[in-house]
């Protein structure tokens, strides 16, 4: 159980899944939004993928998503909105501080006395 006002209550389920977390790590560097395609390549992800996690992302508020038509071709841009910008921010103060404290823990523990991973005691 957590503790009232800890960080892991920041730690927003929709920003924590790793591609989510990557999107969202490409929108916030674009201001005027990303192609879907070029969001698509840079994040390695299939086209059903990608829509699927950019749904979760737009019910929550934070990702926008315009279709238009450059010439005659469909063009799906995606954009981080004010209030996802919020949120992704919160939510990544509270992932460092749930990293530092995870640090600070593993260096201040004592070494365990089992075998180093990979290594087979032999018989």
């Not at 070029?38 to 299939?46: G, S, V, Y």
């Not at 238009?68 to 209030?83: E, H, L, N, Q």
């Not at 509270?94 to 070494?111: D, F, G, I, N």
Request: charged letters at 20%.
């Amino acid at each position: 159980m957590t503790e009232p006002g800890s960080p892991y209550d920041a730690l927003a389920r929709v920003f924590h899944e790793p591609n989510r977390l990557a999107i969202m790590s490409a929108l916030a560097a674009e201001d005027k939004g990303i192609a879907f395609t070029d969001l698509k390549a840079t994040c390695n992800l299939t086209d059903g993928n990608l829509s699927r996690h950019l749904k979760a992302l737009e019910d929550t508020g934070a990702v926008r998503i315009e279709k238009s038509f450059v010439g005659v071709k469909p063009r799906t841009t995606i954009s981080m909105t004010a209030g996802g910008r919020a949120q992704f921010t919160t939510y990544l103060d509270a992932l460092e501080q749930v990293l530092r404290a995870a640090e600070q823990a593993v260096a201040h523990s004592a070494p365990t006395a089992s075998p180093p991973l990979g290594n087979k005691a032999t018989a």
